[in-house]
């Protein structure tokens, strides 16, 4: 399995402006039930009314019913990140790991996971 996405789109926007979000995720090499979301975006004029948590929620959705056990995801402490952290986290997605310095001095990586049910 390979990359995959999940994508919000308005079907009442312009052709330019239908896409309003997207998720990208894959399987994590070497593991029998896990999968990393690697990367989520939203339009940044519709940030914060709820479409990042619809594209996650039927993310996880999606691979509870493919029997996947846990949801990995990585992000950064970097300034304009803050935001990602904090989102995840709301979201019930457990802290379980930082690399200090890992991106640069004082950019620190940091490993969240959630355990499907």
Same mark, same amino acid.
């Given at each position: ?47 914060? @009314? ?10 996880? !959705? ?20 803050? @935001? ?11 802290? !379980? ?16 996971? @959630?355990?499907?049910?």
């Amino acid at each position: 399995m390979g990359y995959r996405t999940i994508v919000s789109l308005d079907s009442t926007a312009s052709e330019d402006e239908r896409l309003t979000g997207y998720l990208c995720f894959g399987r994590t090499p070497m593991t029998d039930a896990t999968v990393d979301l690697y990367w989520m975006a939203v339009a940044p004029n519709l940030q914060g @009314k709820g479409i990042g948590r619809a594209l996650v929620d039927a993310f996880e !959705v999606i691979m509870a019913e493919e029997g996947m056990r846990i949801i990995r995801v990585e992000t950064s402490t970097r300034e304009g990140y803050g @935001k990602t952290l904090d989102f995840y986290l709301r979201l019930n997605y457990l802290e !379980v790991g930082r690399i200090l310095n890992f991106y640069t001095d004082d950019d620190h990586l940091v490993t969240l996971i @959630k355990v499907l049910s």
